[in-house]
């Protein structure tokens, strides 16, 4: 592995540390309210913050697409979900279960291979105006017909997210490896527009994500997982150029990697944790607490009781 590579990598971690916190963050403000408008979230500082760690987790993501191919950095993403795991079991005040260990585990040794194939040297290839434009008209249409609604709406939000949030990822390296090109014009008019796009689908995806973790954080993280890195290969393979190592050797470990990396998030996306027993609420006054509390002469007096005369043996009545 180069030396880029090697950058592109150690930032990509880090960048999925921050996402991680990121979407535990976004879960957490998600399952605290019950209104979708965007004006209720521009009000809530927890959605800043959230927004604050996924701004700083892009920034680390377009320094490492400056020094890596999409076909890297971008299935680093996954890293995520295994750091969200903790995250989010330490958040709820449980413990990570079997099954959630189980299928980290095997995330990782998916990510292993894939990583072995994809290793490559920094990009050297973009996307051109008109193909940028036109994957942007795909990937708007694609969101829009899983935005609809109908059944499994979280699920379809967060493969929505994932795909503009693999499209931002090809249009910011992109604008990433135009904009610093010394021998290039600089920031010319086509940059100006991809960079556009760049936005526009970040805070789409970012938006899609907030509405998906409404459903819970681990099923809509991990499909937000999948489709992230699936729509950035798509584009890498098919535009850019970025092809496997190994032939077609590299190409049986890559599938191989998949597959143990699908498996395992499949695996995440099962786990239905328990969540850590609520408190009790202090204005509920416990009843054994509330008779220990009574006072003496608050209690309601109850009738004596005496034997009745000896003509009605075996009964009692009140005086």
């Avoid at 403000?29 to 604050?52: C, E, I, K, M, Y």
Wanted: glycine share 10%; net charge neutral; charged share 10%.
């Amino acid at each position: 592995m180069s030396a880029a590579a090697l950058v592109a990598v150690a930032l990509s971690l880090v960048s999925a540390v921050a996402y991680a916190l990121a979407a535990v963050a976004q879960e957490r403000l998600a399952s605290r309210t019950t209104g979708t408008g965007l004006l209720r979230l521009l009000g809530t500082g927890a959605w800043w913050s959230a927004v604050g760690l996924n701004a700083t987790a892009a920034l680390l993501h377009v320094v490492a697409l400056r020094y890596g191919p999409l076909t890297l950095v971008q299935p680093l993403g996954a890293l995520t979900l295994i750091a969200a795991v903790p995250l989010g079991a330490r958040a709820a005040g449980r413990r990570v279960s079997t099954a959630e260990w189980r299928g980290t585990a095997l995330t990782l040794l998916g990510l292993a291979a894939l990583l072995v194939t994809a290793s490559g040297p920094a990009p050297a290839r973009v996307l051109s105006l008109t193909e940028a434009l036109a994957v942007a008209a795909t990937t708007a249409v694609t969101i829009g017909v899983l935005s609809r609604p109908g059944a499994r709406p979280g699920l379809r939000h967060a493969t929505a997210s994932g795909f503009a949030s693999g499209v931002a990822s090809a249009l910011t390296q992109t604008v990433t490896v135009a904009a610093t090109d010394r021998t290039g014009p600089g920031l010319d008019t086509e940059v100006i527009v991809v960079a556009v796009l760049v936005a526009a689908f970040a805070v789409g995806g970012l938006l899609l994500s907030q509405a998906a973790y409404r459903g819970g954080l681990g099923a809509p993280l991990a499909v937000v997982t999948l489709a992230n890195p699936v729509a950035a290969a798509v584009i890498g393979l098919t535009l850019l150029g970025q092809g496997l190592k190994g032939g077609p050797a590299g190409v049986l470990l890559a599938l191989a990697g998949a597959a143990l990396a699908s498996r395992g998030v499949v695996l995440l996306t099962r786990v239905t944790p328990q969540a850590a027993p609520e408190p009790p609420d202090e204005d509920e006054e416990h009843p054994v607490a509330a008779v220990l509390a009574l006072e003496p002469d608050t209690a309601t007096a109850e009738p004596a009781l005496v034997p009745r005369q000896p003509e009605q043996p075996g009964h009692l009545t009140a005086l």
